[in-house]
């Protein structure tokens, strides 16, 4: 064992086992485990109270791991997080600090930062890949540009040579010691006095804890992942895994997550069990999505604030607060729509399907800024991911070369029938409409006065009547993608004239934008570059763009001409340079500022009052870096990438 004297740096990474950063601490000397809270930092993305009480538990549980092999987590609450490092180097005499790695927008920009500066002090540090199966870095198409398709992405991570490695757990710590200022889990204060009762509902549903995580990925593999392809559109019943809480918070290794599914899959395969092999794939799949989430905002950091293809940059959004609020409680009077964001806030998890039809419709119908819905589940889910949730937003509302067309809306009536046939989970979550027969449930506005009353339904009185009907919504719809389009030909065409200027962006100028907007020094050299090291994204080479053919057959139908408009924006894959790898997420600080009418806030509905206003940052996509060119092509596939 060597002398080290290390700082384990816990984030979301809540395990023992298939740890890197503490197999590797371990190995090496002794270890000092540590966890800050510094509530300033996470600004607009302060934790949501749900996902705050799971976090609060499975520290709780990780503190009585540690323990049991001989060393304690070190909780502090503070201000800075370097401060509050460079306070335990101090206190220990720390020779190395060490963590894994996050993907996130915000995380990126601060770790690189914190890196930067313990390495100028002279201290060594390493990080690990203890969240994916591949780096983001590691998984490019033959030209070396990031691909922009899942599945494109997910075949190339299916046949890399190399399979993914977990880390043996230590079995005992050498802790070494130090006086610093810490805390206890409750005075982290990550649970407010008021939020208790409710809090305690969520002890009944869930177990955080990475020991629980593991209990609950074996009930999975040896019960349920076998009919995971049958069961896993289903809404109301546990059809999925119900694993993303705990591998947002690391407390399950992403690599013991693929090798007992593959474990499976070889037996499987050996009993010529099509069914399983098949739930295997769609499964593996969905473990794909987390991945891809990470690997998009890698690659394009700015994810958080704008589009992916800057389509929705003249979006005429209808920032209309009431209507956020209706979706936000469930009284849009679309009952699906209304029994899930119920669902939502009662218990902070809804299905995948779910979050599909509640996303779809605040985006779609209701016209609210998805970076609004964004936030919302930010806010509200226990697995609140901030890469996942970009992903489930921009692949609900146009802006990913494979997800949903901006132009399909589907009838959550419809979608009621098809999943939640007899009217179960609606009832359970609306009981004003419990009464209802199966045939009315989805459609109550539809029913005869006769069922409505017999059912003790009134409509406007003690359920909604729907908040606007769907044939305007389709519509407004249509005439807010026909004004997109106005509106970006005649940006284009002022461009293309001359008259282009450079103005400025009053969303980079508003102070209360928590995202730090600080970047690091463009091309600074690496400090610390070895085989594991964490890479940090780079702007994007504007030539050599791979092209994402994605056409509309509405668009075709429609607007013969729409193509012409789509061609000028378009997806650049990345350039990787070994001195592109050591600059830093550029994103926000790059861009040049632009004021645009459809700059706005979120409206303060958070519950934690730290909560910052969010802001639509479309309007700067003229300025950035990456120019956009892709033409849309229609794929009318139902299911279809993000396993919708
Ligand atoms: C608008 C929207 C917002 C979303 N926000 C989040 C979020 O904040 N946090 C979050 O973890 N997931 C989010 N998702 C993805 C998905 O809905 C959940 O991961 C999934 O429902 C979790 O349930 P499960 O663990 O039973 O999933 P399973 O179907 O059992 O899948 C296993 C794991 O794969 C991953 N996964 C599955 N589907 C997706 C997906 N579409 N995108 C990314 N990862 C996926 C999750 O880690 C999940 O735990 C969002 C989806 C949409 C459409």
Redesign the pocket.
Known sequence: MGSNKTIVWFRRDLRIEDNPALAASARDGSVFPIFIWCPQEEGQFYPGRVSRWWLKQSLAHLGHSLKSLGAELVLIKTHSTLAALLDCINAIGATRVVFNHLYDPVSLVRDHSIKEKLVELGISVQSYNGDLLYEPWEIYNGSGQAFTTFDSYWDKCLHMQMEPVSHLPPWRLLATAGKVEKCSVEELNLEDETEKSSNSLLGRGWSPGWSNADKALAE?VEHHLID?SKN?LKVGVNS??????Y??FGELSVRKVFQCVRMKQLLWAKEGNSIGKESVTL?LR??G??E??RYLCFNFPFTHERSLLSNLKYFPWDVNQAHFKAWRQGRTGYPLVDAGMRELWATG????RI??IV?SFAVKVLLLPWRW??KY??DT?L????E??I???Q??SGSLPDGHELERLDSPEIQGSKFDPEGEYVRHWLPELARMPTEWIHHPWDAPLTVLKAAGVELGQNYPKPIIELDLARERLTEAIFKMWEMEAAARASISGGTSEVVVDNTDGNENLAIPKAMLKEKAPCPTISSNDQKVPTIQNPKNSPAHKKRSKYVEEERPHRDKLHKVNGIEGTSRTDEDLCSTAESSASKKQTTSRFSFSVPQYCPSSESQPLHECESSDLKQPLQVQTDRVYSSSEDDA???
């Open positions: 999975f995971y896993r999925s895994s119900l694993l993303s809480p591998l947002h499964f969905s473990i999505l987390r891809y989430s998890w809804i299905h995948n979050r599909v996303s819905g964004m589940f930010w889910l697995d609140a991911d901030l996942s949730d992903l489930g937003w692949y609900i993000m396993g919708t």
